[in-house]
């Protein structure tokens, strides 16, 4: 070989001797960055981890502050809320009963006619309608005479046939979605208006008096028997949904002492000895302050699963320079995330599908679809657990739980759950099911009975019109 070609030669294998360390450079720093984002994820999963040791310490300390939030006003991390229902429904209620509606921009008016014992809820209807724009601004008079009015004409048309007496002082449940003083079952005095509405002269005045004195006037023989309205936590409303979870629970199952909404929030109440109410307040809890309910709530999870893919690609550059589309704060949604979470396909296309989609990357490789798969596990388990810590905390608080001197190993007990995330994501609902199993011992857990409610916000409110009904 000449000097030329031996040159030549010696060119040529440099050149690749180069581009395979470039290869091999290239192929590093993937690995590298590759493990970076894997133990980004291991660091998360740590910190999340609730061994049942942890779950029991939640559930310790859940007691501890509802004991403290039923002693005093402020003196607990718990709001302890009086709900001043004294009375649940439980299947003996007969007639036909009504419950009105009023949120932000609808309002619904529902008939439900109950047969007594081995009849249970013989038929409901419900309707729902616009609320006039005009109605926010005007007068509280003008606003009750229009539901009255409205009132008035579905119960004409829905007891043409009814067998009950013209005559007959109907009860009506009132569910009035606006932040209130509740002075009783039946009554409330309007803190403040919101969603729009700024009707001055309502408030400070009794809701419940404002609507009973506009059905007179209309000739409708109703009166409020039970009023569902906002209370105030700080600025923060709460709305008593879990009350009508708890009476339609209750309906149906007279063991029923608690009932819990998994949802967009998360809130529980739970029947309370009277005794036990030192500040005289107490029945209703939201089950958390905002760090416990961030960590279990719809509203949450799919936020911070997006947060934790987002720590990924900046310290691993691993969605390239699409990272960006994960900046947005809330742009994957706990449906969307629970989407892929629940991906079985062998190639997750469903996961490459919403990473597409929902943040512009096309080429999510399958081991990275598997990661995110991991990252909605570690999210999705944690917060089914510590839900699951809550419920046995109101189950223990009221000697449910099996534990020291309670008798209640062999007593049934059913809590009703209503929300989204329990009655639509298997995967966080069999982590909870799970979670309770553990926490309670399979010899109580077996009397323990976790029962998926229907919407009881209308129904319930009309059950319990029935159950405080003076006619009974």
């Not at 440099?14 to 994820?41: D, H, N, T």
């Not at 096309?362 to 917060?383: E, F, G, N, S, W």
């Not at 839900?387 to 007990?413: H, M, N, Y």
Request: aromatic share 6%.
């Amino acid at each position: 070989m000449g000097r030329v070609g031996f040159a030549a030669a010696a060119a040529c294998a440099v050149a690749a001797c180069a581009v395979a360390a470039a290869l091999v450079g290239r192929r590093v720093r993937a690995r590298r960055r590759w493990w970076r984002a894997v133990e980004v994820v291991g660091e998360f999963e740590e910190g999340c981890a609730t061994p049942l040791g942890r779950l029991r310490q939640v559930v310790d300390a859940l007691v501890v502050e509802m004991h403290a939030g039923l002693a005093s006003d402020g003196g607990s991390k718990l709001k302890m809320l009086l709900t001043f229902i004294d009375t649940l429904p439980d299947g003996s209620e007969e007639g036909i009963y009504y419950a009105l509606d009023l949120g932000g921009t609808n309002f619904r008016v529902l008939r439900v006619q109950l047969g007594g014992k081995g009849s249970m809820i013989l038929s409901h209807k419900v309707e729902s309608q616009p609320l006039p724009e005009e109605l926010k601004s005007g007068t509280s008079e003008i606003l009750f005479d229009y539901i009255a009015s409205t009132l008035k004409n579905f119960v004409e048309r829905e007891e043409d046939d009814s067998q009950q007496k013209t005559d007959e002082r109907r009860a009506l449940g009132f569910t009035f979605s606006f932040p209130v003083r509740q002075t009783s079952v039946s009554s409330g005095f309007l803190i403040k208006w919101t969603k729009g509405f700024s009707i001055e002269d309502a408030v400070g005045k009794d809701i419940a008096r404002g609507l009973e004195e506009a059905m007179t006037t209309k000739g409708l023989n109703m009166r409020v028997a039970a009023l569902f309205a906002l209370t105030l936590r700080g600025e923060r409303p709460l709305v008593n949904d879990t009350v009508g979870t708890l009476a339609l629970g209750h309906y149906y199952d007279q063991d029923t002492v608690a009932a819990v909404i998994i949802g967009t929030g998360t809130n529980a109440c739970y029947i309370e000895r009277t005794d036990a109410i030192i500040k005289c307040q107490g029945l209703l809890t939201n089950s958390g302050g905002m760090g416990f309910e961030k960590m279990i709530s719809g509203m949450y999870l799919g936020e911070v699963v997006r947060r934790v893919l987002q720590k990924m690609a900046q310290e691993s550059d691993l969605f390239g320079d699409a990272t960006q589309n994960l900046s947005v704060p809330f742009s994957l949604s706990t449906p969307i995330m629970a989407a892929m979470h629940e991906d079985d396909s062998p190639d997750l296309e469903r996961v490459r599908q919403i990473m597409e989609q929902n943040f512009q990357m096309p080429h999510v490789p399958l081991k990275t679809r598997r990661l995110i798969i991991r990252v909605c596990d570690i999210v999705t388990r944690r917060a089914a657990r510590l839900a699951a810590a809550g419920i046995v905390g109101i189950l223990k608080k009221i000697g449910r739980d099996g534990s020291g001197r309670s008798r209640s190993k062999s007593q049934r007990t059913s809590v009703a759950i209503e929300g989204g995330l329990y009655t639509g994501y298997s995967n966080f609902r069999d982590y909870l099911n799970e979670a309770v199993v553990e926490i309670l011992g399979e010899e109580v857990a077996r009397n323990v009975i976790l029962r998926v409610s229907e919407d009881g916000s209308g129904i319930g409110a009309a059950l319990l019109a029935a159950a405080h009904s003076l006619d009974r």
